[in-house]
């Protein structure tokens, strides 16, 4: 995905980003959605949603629990995708980024 703005952004990819964080199993279905992978915003928050879901559990399971409360960030994230705002997760977005996912 460009550094550009994304200005086609329609009430649909904003819909299964929004889910795609919210639901975690959605964001692998829609990369296995032809019509899906192909709109970069759906395709950036869906392989961004997955990996934070992936760094929130570890942090969840490393901390025994305590980390559980960043789940509420997901929720955030949702409503966000749905906005249509563009999400930097700190970390995540980067290495997304970097290595060549979205």
Do not use: H
């Not at 959605?33 to 490393?62: G, L, T, W």
């Amino acid at each position: 995905m460009s550094q550009a703005p994304m200005s086609d952004i329609t009430q649909d990819d904003k819909l299964w980003a929004m889910l795609s964080y919210l639901i975690p199993l959605i964001a692998i279905v829609v990369l296995f959605m032809e019509d899906k992978k192909a709109r970069p915003y759906v395709k950036f928050n869906a392989v961004q949603s997955i990996v934070a879901s992936i760094a929130i559990s570890i942090i969840s399971a490393v901390t025994l629990g305590c980390g559980s409360i960043l789940v509420l960030a997901l929720l955030w994230w949702a409503y966000q995708a749905y906005q249509g705002q563009d999400i930097r997760i700190p970390v995540v977005t980067d290495f997304i980024r970097n290595q060549g996912w979205a």
